[in-house]
Nanobody, 122 residues
């Protein structure tokens, strides 16, 4: 499965961005997730959503600011990011889980897309 993430960019503190991930038809029965990796840091979980769009789960650092959603008809997963902070700066990657329900561990995910850079200026 080839995953492609789009929508990154440069935004000021407090701004918003919407990331998209083209997941492909074979991902429709799988949970999907977003992770991020900042320079010199480990990859960290951001958000996940189950195969049918339910049970969204978020990292504490983004709760209340980020919203994950999916459009199964379009095979696309979204990450709406509001009230962005400089510490959100990272490469954001989407991933396909091996399960129908999502998890926060990278080991749950079997396919990873190329990331999209998000830079938040102070």
């Amino acid at each position: 499965v080839q995953l492609q993430a789009f929508g990154g960019g440069l935004v000021q503190t407090g701004g918003s961005l919407r990331l998209s991930c083209a997941a492909g038809r074979t991902s429709s029965n799988n949970a999907m997730g977003w992770f991020r990796q900042a320079p010199g840091k480990e990859r960290e979980f951001v958000a996940t959503i189950s195969w049918n769009g339910g049970a969204p789960n978020y990292a504490e650092s983004v709760k209340g600011r980020f919203t994950i959603s999916r459009d199964r008809a379009k095979n696309t997963v979204y990450l709406q990011m509001n009230n962005l902070k400089p510490e959100d700066t990272a490469v954001y990657l989407c991933a396909k889980s091996r399960y129908a329900s999502g998890g926060s561990e990278a080991g749950h995910y079997v396919s990873w897309g190329q990331g999209t850079q998000v830079t938040v200026s102070s």
